[in-house]
């Protein structure tokens, strides 16, 4: 195998976040009298961490201090019902284990704050993950390739045996500036036409063909 280490992003490739997301946005938008983001409009900020998707979501022209108000409320909302809603995608379970079997070491690194990524993933994908890695002070976020490369170096794994599997503009432009392959999904919250013209490397329109990727 090519392969020995897949790095996955977490929202929108394995794990589908969006309800909790949504209702813990449109939770916060509330209590300061705007008004509520539809499941698609949230769908389409996410991408760039939390503090980007308030500031899409409350109203254009919002003073800052009320934004960053809005902002600290929906990490409250989404710090409790973080897995109110939330599950893999059908086949991912699956998908992990048969690469555990088969050696292949897997790892997270998503631009949702650490302390949520790590109880998301503790909470589906116990015991299946190698390294876990969300947004924390010291690492820039996607798409600069420090959390990428900071797993690879933890593993010991080289980049060129090493996939990046997302579904967002952020995942291929972390894997291009990580020097690694990279694996598009479409089954996630990114279509085809929201990748700012990027030329899709592997598109998998099913774990499956995701599978038989890593796994040639």
Not at 14 to 42: C, K, Q, V, W
């Amino acid at each position: 195998m090519k392969y020995a280490l897949v790095i996955f992003d977490l929202d929108g490739t394995l794990l589908n976040t969006l309800d909790d997301l949504a209702d813990a946005a449109n939770a916060a938008l509330a209590e300061y009298g705007f008004s509520p983001r539809t499941t698609e409009e949230i769908r389409a900020f996410i991408g760039n961490g939390v503090s980007r998707l308030i500031h899409r979501a409350v109203p254009e022209g919002t003073d800052e201090a009320v934004a960053a108000a809005v902002l600290a409320r929906f990490k409250a909302v989404y710090t409790e019902h973080v897995n109110d809603k939330t599950v893999p995608y059908p086949g991912i379970l699956f998908l992990l284990r048969e690469l555990k079997d088969r050696g292949v070491r897997c790892a997270v690194n998503s631009n949702k704050v650490d302390n949520a990524v790590r109880l998301l993933c503790d909470a589906h994908f116990d015991g299946l993950l190698d390294a876990v890695l969300g947004e924390r002070d010291g690492i820039p976020r996607k798409p600069a390739p420090d959390g990428a490369r900071r797993i690879m170096e933890r593993l010991n794994v080289r980049p060129e045996n090493t996939l990046y599997v997302g579904d967002g503009d952020a995942d291929i432009r972390t894997a291009q500036n990580a020097g690694i392959d990279c694996a598009w999904v479409s089954w996630g919250y990114r279509h085809v036409d929201e990748l700012d013209g990027l030329d899709i490397p592997n598109r998998c329109d099913s774990v499956a063909a995701l599978k038989s990727l890593i796994l040639c």
